[in-house]
């Protein structure tokens, strides 16, 4: 269809003794074939608060992997709230483009959800930009990102103000970025390389940034900041892993913490830790 899609869905009022109360839920019937397709441009939105009197109470369910939400251009946003157990946003399936409804897509991903779940087996397929992050402040449980993003406008994990104590953001996949990456968290831990085109790296925890061994973290003469610490806590190591590459061809590197007095984006003090190495 061409024109915005609009989905909302509120259970939270509901007194079923359904064990499945979602907000939305896009699960197809057989299960497994549903295609929601904005194949002439327009925003898809999905919002959706989940019930409370059920085991699962997801906000926004796009359930089976072979389900497919799909939008040529335009935002396609995502919001959930839930309402007992679950999560917020559980993703299963594709998102963007499908390579034959719709052959490519530009749009810019959103997803709004303090506890979201994207399954390992999502496809995630956009040149536009992908942004993960809290419908409030912070998430509300461990992020842990599989997916490898290639050509991707944007890639932003969390907000600045995502401080949550064991909500600590790991991302495995690995990503390739034709602009700005910036990660926001508690503790981060970066476990596979991040490369990006004509833009900036940034990741920026609360508490400590860790990297395992044999990385490459790449811009093309653009900044890297390794921001520990930024609530100034006093607490916030950086620990890179043995072999681990940082590479701005012309950019500033920087590994620091505490808090950006002069405000020039760049932290003013150091990445600090109680353990005997930093």
């Known amino acids: 269809t061409s024109g915005n899609i609009n989905f909302f869905g509120d259970a939270s009022a509901t007194t079923t003794t359904n064990p499945y109360v979602m907000g939305v839920e896009f699960a197809g019937v057989p299960a497994g074939n549903g295609v929601l397709a904005a194949t002439a441009g327009g925003n898809i939105t999905l919002t ?14 796009i359930n089976y992997g072979t389900h497919k939400v799909l939008a040529s251009s335009g935002n396609l946003t995502i919001t959930g709230t ?25 749009s810019n991903i959103i997803i709004n959800a303090d506890k979201p779940s994207i399954n390992n087996s999502t496809t995630i397929n956009t040149t536009g930009g992908f ?36 909500c600590d953001i790991i991302i495995f996949g690995n990503q ?4 700005p990456i910036s990660i926001f968290g508690s503790d981060i831990t970066l476990n596979n390389n991040l490369t990006s085109t004509n833009s900036f790296i940034l990741i920026k925890a609360s508490n400590d940034i860790n990297t395992t061994s044999d990385i490459d973290i790449t811009t093309t003469n653009n900044n ?6 930024f609530d100034n806590s006093g607490a916030g190591a950086i620990n890179i892993g043995n072999s681990t590459k940082i590479t701005t061809n ?20 150091y990445a600090s830790s109680t353990a005997t190495t930093v």
């Open 48 to 61: 959706g608060i989940g019930g409370t009197t059920g085991a699962n109470g997801t906000g926004v369910s």
């Open 82 to 106: 839930k309402g007992s157990g679950a999560n917020d946003v559980y993703i299963s399936g594709t998102i963007g483009a499908d390579g034959s409804i719709v052959t490519s897509s530009n």
């Open 224 to 229: 890297v900041t390794l921001w520990s610490d």
């Open 131 to 166: 942004t993960l992050q809290p419908k409030n402040d912070t998430f509300s449980d461990i992020i842990t990102f599989w997916h490898s993003l290639n050509g991707v406008s944007s890639l932003t994990i969390g907000k600045p103000t995502n401080t949550c104590l064991g």
């Open 250 to 269: 012309g950019g500033k590197i920087t590994l620091a913490g505490g808090l950006d007095n002069n405000s020039d984006g760049i932290p003013d003090g």
């Open 176 to 179: 390739s970025i034709n602009g």
